[in-house]
């Protein structure tokens, strides 16, 4: 059974074939329970825990501890601990090539370059840190690596650049997780996580800013994001391991399931979406349904980088000049994160 099947079922799960039970739900009222109910939907044990990359620091922390390590976390991610990371990104923006360039590629290093920006100033090793970070945009099973030489490369480099910090503080991200117990693991795994996410989200939006050049305005440019957002998210699909037997709507769920809420399915549902499959950010008029949009999760669990990213998307397509499209393959492709099958050749206009 799928969406379609569940809909004309009357319900808003449906099971899937992972080899153990697994569910996956797409309405708002689902995606409250998931993200809201820590007790009952748990992170250790879901599909992040299986990913090198992401099992560890804060993704796999449940409650009640994973409140502590947001408050200690969530000062440098939020705005004003961003305000110098802010300036530094700003200033480290690369020009857009002359030449037709593939938007996805661009992209991918640019948000990697504005990422050591953020984090270490621009100091860590870049082929180090695109060796590191390469895989999670390859189809699976690539991000279930994590090569151990690389691993072992990454936290020297974490730990040279750390102790840098302690002795003389930068405006940068390192400076601020350094002093905090476990935060050289945190910066590792928040900058897996932040990655690929932001570079599908910054393709997308250079794509449909070359197709739809009306909308490449600074004041248009929240809701371009936004849009972007809404019909690709970067999270497509969340899970979580359910800690005990649940009752949802009649479906029996067993203690241990893997339990998912689709992002995916639920921006592009039409009970809750006008044109769910065009990309319209007139649609931003208005106020989405409550649990209706969540690019970035919700509830205490609430994307950490939320903030940064939003600086880097920002940031980035405030410089950018006019752009017009060649030819591309903005199709979707589901990964550990979703982005576009590319190439998207655009060129400045
Ligand atoms: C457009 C870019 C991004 C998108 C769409 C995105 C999306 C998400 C989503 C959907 C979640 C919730 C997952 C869940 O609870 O099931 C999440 C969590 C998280 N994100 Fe992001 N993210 C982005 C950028 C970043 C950046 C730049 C960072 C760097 C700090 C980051 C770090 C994290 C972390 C550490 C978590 C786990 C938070 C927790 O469990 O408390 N993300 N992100």
């Not at 009357?10 to 689902?30: C, E, K, R």
């Not at 895989?135 to 691993?151: G, K, S």
């Not at 479906?251 to 592009?268: D, E, I, P």
Request: hydrophobic residues 40%; positive net charge.
């Amino acid at each position: 059974m799928g969406a379609a099947a569940a809909r004309s079922a009357g319900t808003d799960i449906f099971g899937l074939a992972l080899g153990q039970p697994a569910v996956v739900g797409f309405s708002p009222a689902w995606n409250r329970a998931v993200l809201s109910d820590l007790e009952t939907f748990r992170s250790r044990g879901s599909f992040s825990s299986l990913v090198p990359y992401l099992n560890g620091g804060v993704i796999v922390t449940d409650a009640p501890s994973h409140a502590q390590t947001r408050r200690r976390l969530n000062p440098a991610f939020g705005p004003r601990g961003l305000a110098g990371v802010r300036r530094a990104v700003a200033q480290a923006v690369p020009p857009f090539p002359a030449e037709p360039t593939d938007a996805l590629a661009w992209a991918d290093h640019t948000v990697r370059d504005l990422l050591n920006t953020a984090y270490f100033s621009g100091e860590f090793d870049p082929a180090l840190l695109q060796r590191f970070l390469a895989p999670l945009r390859r189809p699976f099973p690539a991000p279930m690596w994590l090569a151990p030489t690389v691993l072992a490369a990454v936290r020297r480099e974490l730990r040279r650049l750390g102790h840098l910090r302690l002795k003389q503080p930068r405006d940068d991200l390192l400076t601020a997780l350094v002093r905090l117990d476990g935060g050289l693991l945190e910066a590792r795994i928040s900058l897996a996580a932040a990655h690929d996410t932001t570079t599908h989200a910054l393709a997308y939006a250079l794509w449909h800013l070359a197709q739809d050049p009306q909308y490449h305005l600074p004041e248009q440019h929240p809701t371009v994001i936004r849009e972007v957002l809404r019909l690709y998210p970067p999270g497509w699909m969340g899970s979580r391991r359910l800690a005990h037997d649940l009752d949802w709507q009649g479906h029996q769920l067993a203690r241990g399931t893997l339990v998912l809420y689709s992002t995916y399915l639920t921006h592009r549902a039409p009970e809750w979406w006008d044109r769910p499959l065009d990309f319209w950010p007139e649609r931003w008029q208005h106020k989405p349904a409550a649990w209706s949009y969540l690019p970035f999760g919700g509830g205490e669990r609430t994307c950490l980088g939320l903030h940064l990213a939003q600086l880097i998307l920002g940031e980035t397509l405030a410089q950018l000049p006019p752009l017009r499209s060649l030819t591309g393959h903005p199709g979707p492709l589901p990964g550990l994160t979703l982005g576009p099958r590319g190439p998207l050749w655009v060129r400045r206009d």
